[in-house]
């Protein structure tokens, strides 16, 4: 999706566009899709040459796509009121129109409203009945086609008991279980009685874990800890913060002793734990909503995208300059980040930016930036609330399929006729589709150890897996380990 200028105009909420123009996107968005070829007609083969260089590609492209705007039914002049997600949760059963949100708000929106949320109507976690014999596999690829088999059993079985599709996902917590989960118990263990050591203490172990899903993992780290440390589980408190209440009873129905589940967001977290814990966030930051920043090509200035929904449902992006508290909390922080400075990938150099504005009909902002505010806003509700944790967070540095021609980009995808469909927008209907980002874990690193004052480190997901994992009792017949082989593109950041 781009938002590429045709005319300047402001909207009633006083918003300026984008660009010197805007498109606006329907509601449903824009699947990606592939066209078959015609048949060429046959010729004699050519000479080869190299193809033409195209200066200004992303120019001449812009100039096609304003050629070809669709046209909108949406009513500018109505009034739009500007609301937050939280407002949304609780004053609207259906997605509402005539409002405007920012970014992060809309796509929080989109994603946990109690009403009309993806999570709360669409999303289902694959867990196979029972754990798998990874020693009856013969290699990955009969694992692999297993597990197909079941996910579209599953699939299948959804569709013919509901009208309306589900869409099902799964994480190495559940596909690798018990051994995923015990051996982030194992590096808990590790490193709390290394902790105690130091401190000269005993201290129970406390462990707080953000987004427990189906509760698979704190089963399996109770469960690493009856069988192998038993005398610290004695001690043990595990709580879990949820904000899904479906998910919260589900981790309530294991009944398990020494277990807390606290229903509620954890960005909205206010009660001190003042004391040693280890805080857990497996596959949970990838759902944390972004805002997205444009910069000024003339004065390098952020600006903040607002989502305007008109009352016929279309959306559009509009820009303001950066106002927000938590945007610029966001930025002013990173560009005082210790080292080297960051710089963004979506602000061009200055002699870049002077050359282009010369041309006729170019924009006046650059590509999108998706800025992680929520991430950020965990390590500071960390730094307040929680000063003597220590971090396990683990989730994707790389996705396929993400939002084209911007920096950090999530993938937008739902479910249809049995596959999965990608979108090339965010602005899509609220509920219907997933969204979910890549972490660039490298500057989450630098942004996490600046707020809470603390170094931690990265590694991947095979370097976490061959220090801690139970590592015979994921192998296949053939030699190969799912446990050091799957999940390539998810890292670890550890404090």
């Not at 492209?61 to 070809?68: F, L, N």
Request: glycine share 4%; proline share 7%.
């Amino acid at each position: 999706m781009f938002i590429l200028p045709t005319r300047a105009h402001a909207a009633s909420s006083g918003l300026a566009h984008a660009c010197r123009a805007g498109r606006r996107q329907l509601a449903t968005g824009r699947p990606k899709t592939t066209k078959k070829p015609e048949p060429a007609e046959k010729t004699e083969p050519a000479e080869k040459t190299e193809p033409a260089a195209r200066p200004f590609t992303g120019y001449f492209d812009a100039v096609r796509d304003i050629m070809q705007m669709p046209a909108t039914t949406a009513d500018p002049s109505i009034p739009a009121r500007r609301v937050t997600a939280e407002y949304c949760s609780t004053h609207f059963t259906k997605a509402p129109r005539n409002v405007s949100m920012l970014t992060r708000d809309f796509i929080s929106d989109s994603l946990y409203n109690p009403a009309y949320g993806y999570f709360s109507k669409q999303a289902l976690i694959f867990s196979p009945a029972h754990a798998y014999d990874f020693g009856g596999f013969r290699d990955s690829a009969d694992m692999l086609a297993t597990v197909g088999r079941q996910y579209a059993a599953m699939e299948r079985e959804l569709d013919d008991v509901r009208s309306i599709p589900r869409q099902l996902w799964h994480t190495p917590t559940e596909l690798l279980r018990p051994w995923y989960g015990r051996s982030v118990a194992r590096h808990i263990v590790r490193q709390h009685k290394e902790d105690c050591a130091m401190r000269g203490s005993d201290d129970p172990l406390v462990i707080y874990e953000m987004g427990g899903g189906t509760g698979t993992l704190m089963t399996d780290i109770l469960g690493y800890l009856r069988d192998c440390e038993p005398a610290i589980l004695a001690q043990t408190q595990y709580n879990v913060i949820e904000i899904s209440s479906k998910l919260a009873r589900s981790q309530r129905s294991r009944q398990l002793a020494n277990v807390r589940v606290i229903n509620k967001s954890m960005l909205e977290w206010n009660e001190l734990v003042d004391r040693p814990c280890f805080f857990v966030a497996m596959e949970v930051i990838d759902n944390f909503a972004h805002d997205v920043v444009r910069y000024d090509y003339d004065t390098g200035a952020p600006m903040q995208a607002v989502v305007r929904v008109y009352d016929d449902g279309e959306m559009e992006e509009l820009y303001e300059p950066a106002a927000d508290a938590l945007i610029c909390d966001y930025l002013d922080a990173r560009a005082k980040l210790p080292g080297t400075p960051y710089r963004s990938p979506a602000l061009p150099s200055a002699a870049y930016r002077r050359m282009r504005r010369r041309l006729p009909l170019a924009p006046n902002l650059t590509r999108r930036e998706f800025v992680p505010t929520q991430a950020f806003q965990l390590c500071r509700v960390l730094r307040d609330w929680f000063p003597r944790h220590r971090l396990v967070l683990s989730d994707f540095y790389r996705l396929p399929d993400t939002v084209p021609d911007a920096v950090d980009a999530p993938v937008v995808q739902t479910r249809f006729d049995g596959s999965m469909v990608a979108c090339d927008t965010y602005l899509v209907q609220p509920g219907w589709f997933d969204v979910f980002f890549p972490t660039n874990f490298e500057l989450l690193q630098r942004i996490y150890d600046a707020v809470c004052g603390t170094q931690s480190r990265v590694c991947s997901q095979r370097e976490f897996a061959t220090r801690n994992a139970e590592l015979q009792h994921t192998r296949t017949r053939s030699g190969e380990n799912p446990m050091l082989d799957f999940y390539e593109n998810n890292k670890f950041l550890l404090s």
